[in-house]
């Protein structure tokens, strides 16, 4: 009988669970305006240039990247990750209220050699119009050309 109750729970909160996600997603009214929060601002992709070996430095491996709340209720950064040695130093704990902004520290080692710069923050969040954000960061270290020097 205990077995029996314990499968009749897990089958009533496979059953629950997404009934509670549904009541999550976004309200529209009759005009078509979302109603929840929308995460704008949010770049789609941060794009570092050229950075030549001889300029680089500690810094450049440092990305803030600002969060707007454009919905009318509070939006909550659920999780916040980077991936490739990625280091998220901090990002808004508590909720951001509508029309408010957040800030995530991105931090990153660039080798002292010439490469390709390519690292992703995942931003998973309450967003009715995204709950997952994916923003790529790009660039790429060179070393400076002599005067004389030809680029093919």
């Known amino acids: 009988m205990k077995n029996y109750m314990k499968s009749l729970g897990i089958v009533f909160i496979m059953i629950l ?6 009541g999550q997603h976004v309200k529209m009214d009759k005009d078509g305006i979302k109603h929840g929060p929308i995460i704008g601002a949010i770049p789609d992709t941060v794009k570092l240039g050229e950075i030549f ?5 500690d ?10 709340n454009q919905g009318n209720k509070p939006l909550i950064l659920t999780r916040v990750s980077g991936c490739c040695g990625t280091n998220i130093k901090s990002w808004p704990k ?18 002292n050699r010439p490469q390709r710069i390519s690292r992703t923050v995942t931003i998973e969040s309450n967003a009715a119009n995204s709950p997952v954000v994916k923003v790529p960061i790009i660039g790429v270290v060179v070393e400076r050309k002599a005067k004389n020097e030809l680029t093919l």
Do not use: H
């Open 17 to 22: 669970s997404p009934l509670v996600m549904l």
């Open 53 to 57: 070996l001889d300029e680089l430095d």
């Open 59 to 68: 810094g450049n491996g440092k990305v803030q990247l600002t969060v707007v």
């Open 94 to 111: 508590a909720p951001i209220l509508p029309n408010q902004k957040g800030t995530i520290e991105v931090y990153f080692r660039i080798e």
